[in-house]
């Protein structure tokens, strides 16, 4: 069985700070794909990372795929009242996998 | 449809009854996913299709539990016997093909009484 983990499970912050959120997995993914839940809808697609040690930038998040293609990270600038919600890495391609795999989510509040 | 559409949206049952969830993929899309969601909890991953075959039910909770997509479009995930802990958001997505993009519906809240 694939497993993601991401932490922290939650994460409460200050609007203006900074944080970063974490995707890690023992196994390797051909590409991974980070997506946003806000409450009372489905998850939407943020970001696709496939090239080890890919970065992309989507305004002011940050993606990044590890050079193992095993593990991801998300880094928020100046975070908003705007980018609460639930986040939640999905692996594609894992050895011995079919489909993908999602992690259980990061759920983020950031307070006025 | 222009995306993934999930019906009934909503959903009030008795403890004990059966309840049918469904899901209209978008077209053409291969790759077809059911997740349960609690309140304030991540995604639980029920089930996977590719085409009309399930490669991957490891996440169906129980035997009461079953799912079924036919003309490689429309699925069904049905609950039999509901249990209280049955009650979550049931979410649906498809995708072009096993690593593309997941697309997601709005869900069914399932709630039994």
């Known amino acids: 069985t694939q497993l993601l983990e991401q932490s922290p499970q939650f994460l409460s912050i200050q609007e203006g700070e900074n944080l970063t959120v974490y995707c890690n997995s023992s196994?390797?993914?051909?590409?991974l794909q980070w997506y946003r839940q806000e409450p009372g809808e489905g998850p939407v697609l943020l970001v696709t990372v496939v090239t080890g040690g890919e970065v992309k930038k989507l305004k002011r998040l940050t993606f990044q795929f590890g050079d193992a293609r095993k593990d991801s990270s998300l880094h928020i600038t100046a975070a908003q009242p705007g980018d609460t919600g639930l986040y939640l890495c999905?692996?594609?391609?894992?050895?011995?996998?079919?489909?993908?795999?999602f992690g259980k989510g990061t759920h983020l509040i950031i307070q006025p | 449809g222009a995306g993934v559409s999930q019906s009934p949206s909503n959903k009030v049952t008795e403890k004990g009854k059966d309840v049918e969830l469904r899901c209209d993929p978008i077209?053409?899309?291969?790759?077809l996913y059911w997740y349960r969601q609690s309140l304030g909890q991540g995604l639980e991953f029920l089930i996977y299709f590719q085409g009309n075959s399930a490669p991957d039910k490891s996440g169906l909770p129980s035997d009461r539990f079953s799912a079924e997509r036919t003309g490689g479009s429309v699925s069904t995930l049905t609950i039999q016997r509901t249990q209280q802990e049955d009650s979550a958001v049931y979410l649906c997505?498809?995708?072009?093909?096993?690593?593309?993009?997941?697309?997601f519906g709005q869900g069914t809240r399932l709630t039994v009484v």
């Open positions: 999905a692996g594609a391609g894992g050895r011995g996998a079919d489909g993908l795999t």
């Open positions: 196994s390797v993914f051909s590409s």
């Open positions: 997505a498809s995708s072009l093909d096993r690593a593309h993009e997941a697309f």
């Open positions: 077209s053409g899309h291969t790759a």
